[in-house]
T-cell receptor, first 115, second 113 residues
Framework: KQEVTQIPAALSVPEGENLVLNCSFTDSAIYNLQWFRQDPGKGLTSLLLIQSSQREQTSGRLNASLDKSSGRSTLYIAASQPGDSATYLCAVSVNKPGGSYIPTFGRGTSLIVHP | EAGVAQSPRYKIIEKRQSVAFWCNPISGHATLYWYQQILGQGPKLLIQFQNNGVVDDSQLPKDRFSAERLKGVDSTLKIQPAKLEDSAVYLC???????????FGSGTRLTVV
């Protein structure tokens, strides 16, 4: 059974800092890994999707890397802003028998960026 | 492209009452998921559909929860009777075979009092 762990659970930083959020998983036979952002009381917004054959993906100030062999992914946020304050969730998908894909989530990292 | 639609947005019910949630996935997405997210935790899968068939419902409390996907498109999730511990956000997601990741709806926040 896939287990996903996110560290740290919470983070509070001043505006402008570069941040690293960590996601680790127990089963390295993954199909893809997706990072989401969740604002309070809202649904999940996709940030970056990394396929199992890829090493990293970038979007604006966000960069996500994937190391399948070590079971790790990191989300790097450059020059953090107060608007980045949210919970960041990592979802790891495995290919189940029959061709279905099921994402398993970590508990998330709660980020606060203060001015 | 229209996103995943969910309704209602919020629901407050008393324990032992019943409640139903609705989800309309992205057009063409064969796979649909229902997740339960308790405050402070990550989403937990309740049930996965492939078209109108159930792929995984191993974590669905079947004594009180039920779900169906009519004609492989819309889906409803029902709770009957509700318990206090069912208070959570219920998220619906859809995917085109997982290749392009997963798209989530805004969720339904359920409070059981």
């Amino acid at each position: 059974k896939q287990e996903v762990t996110q560290i740290p659970a919470a983070l509070s930083v001043p505006e402008g800092e570069n941040l690293v959020l960590n996601c680790s998983f127990t089963d390295s036979a993954i199909y893809n890994l997706q990072w989401f952002r969740q604002d309070p009381g809202k649904g999940l917004t996709s940030l970056l999707l990394i396929q199992s054959s890829q090493r990293e993906q970038t979007s604006g100030r966000l960069n996500a890397s994937l190391d399948k062999s070590s079971g790790r992914s990191t989300l790097y946020i450059a020059a953090s802003q107060p608007g980045d304050s949210a919970t960041y969730l990592c979802a790891v998908s495995v290919n189940k028998p029959g061709g279905s894909y099921i994402p398993t989530f970590g508990r998330g990292t709660s980020l606060i960026v203060h001015p | 492209e229209a996103g995943v639609a969910q309704s209602p947005r919020y629901k407050i019910i008393e324990k032992r009452q019943s409640v139903a949630f609705w989800c309309n996935p992205i057009s063409g997405h064969a796979t649909l998921y229902w997740y339960q997210q308790i405050l402070g935790q990550g989403p937990k899968l309740l049930i996965q559909f492939q078209n109108n068939g159930v792929v995984d419902d191993s974590q669905l409390p079947k004594d009180r929860f039920s779900a169906e996907r009519l004609k492989g498109v819309d889906s409803t999730l029902k709770i009957q009777p509700a318990k206090l511990e069912d208070s959570a956000v219920y998220l619906c997601a859809s995917s085109f075979q997982g290749v392009d990741g997963y798209t989530f709806g805004s969720g339904t926040r359920l409070t059981v009092v």
